[in-house]
T-cell receptor, first 113, second 112 residues
Framework: SQQGEEDPQALSIQEGENATMNCSYK?????LQWYRQNSGRGLVHLIL?????REKHSGRLRVTLDTSKKSSSLLITASRAADTASYFC?????????????FGKGITLSVRP | SQTIHQWPATLVQPVGSPLSLECTVE??????LYWYRQAAGRGLQLLFY??????ISSEVPQNLSASRPQDRQFILSSKKLLLSDSGFYLC???????????FGNGTRLTVT
């Protein structure tokens, strides 16, 4: 079964609106990461949040982590058509050399111009 | 800066034929290397990972194998492809420890 599961599966918004995507996981983690994938391409790392952090920002991205609820959210503010892509959360359970990421199924975001 | 190369971009192979996908990384030493497979609507499945030359860990028993003959080279192979091997194969690298993955552009494999 998937460790991380994103919600919703698909999201369609108007350019300029904010997009909020959620991720839930089942077991304790070392860190949680968000990735973006344009159609037919590899994934690109967006942001990493460690288990002892609650919020991180990077440009128009804001990620929160609630370890008590085992959930994370990715907020994209003032969305643009170029933000159209699939977004994945990935959880890292272990430390050091045993580090391995487990990915969710992804959220398809469409931003209408 | 570091770069990752993965080839070919697309591949159509008949059932029963062999497979060899190659991935190389430049600009870093002793990276962790990974092979993932992405099926439509199913997210990414970790197939193999390697923390050093000749060290391969398999996550899912299947028709595939991986090798790391050099520090920055990772190869995914099969002796006889199955229809179920079709998918989008992604190679990735990371620094040792809990660091982000850097992905190649993937290989779209269609087994006919």
């Amino acid at each position: 079964s998937q460790q991380g599961e994103e919600d919703p599966q698909a999201l369609s918004i108007q350019e300029g609106e904010n997009a909020t995507m959620n991720c839930s996981y089942k077991t304790s983690i070392n860190n949680l990461q968000w990735y973006r994938q344009n159609s037919g391409r590899g994934l690109v790392h967006l942001i990493l949040i460690r288990s002892n952090e609650r919020e991180k920002h990077s440009g128009r991205l804001r990620v929160t982590l609630d370890t008590s609820k085992k959930s994370s959210s990715l907020l994209i503010t003032a969305s643009r058509a170029a933000d159209t892509a699939s977004y994945f959360c990935a959880t890292d359970l272990y430390t050091g050399a045993n580090s391995k990421l487990t990915f969710g199924k992804g959220i398809t975001l469409s931003v209408r111009p | 800066s570091q770069t990752i190369h993965q080839w070919p971009a697309t591949l159509v192979q008949p059932v029963g034929s062999p497979l060899s996908l190659e991935c190389t990384v430049e600009g870093t030493s002793n990276p962790n290397l990974y092979w993932y497979r992405q099926a439509a609507g199913r997210g990414l499945q970790l197939l193999f990972y390697s923390v050093g030359i000749g060290q391969i860990s398999s996550e899912v028993p299947q028709n595939l194998s991986a090798s790391r003959p050099q520090d920055r080279q990772f190869i995914l192979s099969s002796k006889k492809l199955l229809l179920s091997d079709s998918g989008f194969y992604l190679c990735a690298w990371s620094l040792q420890g809990n660091s982000p993955l850097h992905f190649g552009n993937g290989t779209r494999l269609t087994v006919t």
